[in-house]
């Protein structure tokens, strides 16, 4: 990327923020917020569920339970699964940390604010992993207590390691443990603590809200990682006869990066079917089958990274950047938010 190219994409970029910001506070001066409907009460603890008390509310318990119990066992396996992939491959990964630096970083040129990273198994594989597991978790605990207050205690954890996937890309692979270790801290603590002390129905529009927010940024990063890694590898790929190329080169494969580009977008799909759709049927079950699409890709991108130390090309984040980033994941996130009460 020329360096005039990425000036135009970073103003386009800019100007996209600009519009949502925009866009939210004209969708905020024009909406009617509703009185908040009567609560579910949760058969189990006896407390309020963030479900509507209606006649559809059966509807949609019935419509969607089964693919909801399929889920949270797709993701149990794939969890067990990734787990056996990392202990299975322990001894090699000890191996090679005694023999080479656990993330190796080589200057991509002064042309492009980029860095070639390896993203080790030791790191970002293993928080892939985490994350699986934590939505298995939030999945079962979702299906005994149900999403509420209590469950948001843990439920907040597929959030968190969502942050830490967002943080890793960030920081260009690595992840700083101390800062990390607050900032998890600080995040799940704020986040819970405020949704227990919000009204229903806007406890769990605020829970909803804090996690698009990182659905948006875990998807365009990992769209960031894709495009100038998928570009790099082509370039240093030598030409055959026929026009085809034969790849030389360490950077990631497209199909490892497509696995998580894709895995990322639905399940940012699934999530905005549901806020928007307001946990209709049809929106609700859309949430639910986008768990079949991300989490096996997100299996079997840890499958096929343990194989290989593979570089990526991980862009340079300024703070003017990073700032953007969260502006336009926080404005995208509200749109949709607002949009579901238009729905009604």
Request: with cysteine; charged share 10%.
């Amino acid at each position: 990327m020329t360096v005039d190219s990425d000036k135009v994409l970073n103003f386009l970029f800019q100007l996209l923020v600009v519009i949502q910001l925009i866009a939210v506070a004209i969708l905020y001066a024009n909406v009617q917020f509703p009185d908040p409907p009567p609560q579910q009460i949760s058969s189990l603890t006896g407390l309020p569920v963030w479900f509507t008390a209606s006649p559809g509310f059966t509807a949609i318990n019935e419509t969607v339970g089964l693919t909801e119990y399929i889920a949270a066992f797709l993701i149990g396996a794939l969890s067990a699964y990734c787990v056996y992939i990392k202990l299975r491959n322990k001894s090699s990964i000890s191996s090679n940390l005694t023999t080479r630096s656990p993330v190796e970083i080589s200057p991509a040129g002064s042309q492009e604010p980029a860095e070639e990273i390896v993203w080790t198994k030791l790191l970002f594989n293993t928080i892939v992993t985490g994350y699986i597991i934590v939505t298995f978790i939030t999945f079962i605990t979702a299906a005994i207590f149900g999403v509420g207050k209590l469950w948001s205690a843990i439920g907040i954890y597929h959030n968190v390691l969502e942050l830490c996937l967002v943080a890793s890309l960030l920081q260009k692979g690595t992840f700083n443990y101390i800062i990390g270790l607050i900032v998890i801290v600080v995040y799940s603590t704020s986040a819970v603590a405020i949704t227990s002390q919000l009204d229903w129905y806007w406890d769990a529009t605020f829970f909803k809200f804090q996690g698009v927010i990182l659905d948006f940024l875990l998807a365009a990063l990992f769209i960031r990682v894709a495009i100038p890694t998928h570009n790099r590898r082509r370039s240093e790929s030598q030409p055959l006869l026929g026009g085809n190329f034969m790849s030389t080169s360490s950077l990631a494969p497209r199909y490892q990066l497509i696995c998580l580009v894709v895995a990322a977008t639905a399940h940012l799909l699934g999530n905005l079917s549901n806020v928007i759709g307001n946990t209709q049927t049809i929106p609700f079950i859309i949430f639910n089958l986008s768990y079949f699409i991300s989490f096996p890709l997100y299996a079997f991108y840890v499958h096929q990274a343990e194989k290989t130390r593979i570089k990526y090309v991980i862009p340079d984040t300024s703070f003017f950047k990073f700032i953007l980033l969260v502006l336009w994941a926080t404005s995208a996130s509200a749109i949709a938010i607002l949009l579901s009460f238009y729905h009604n």
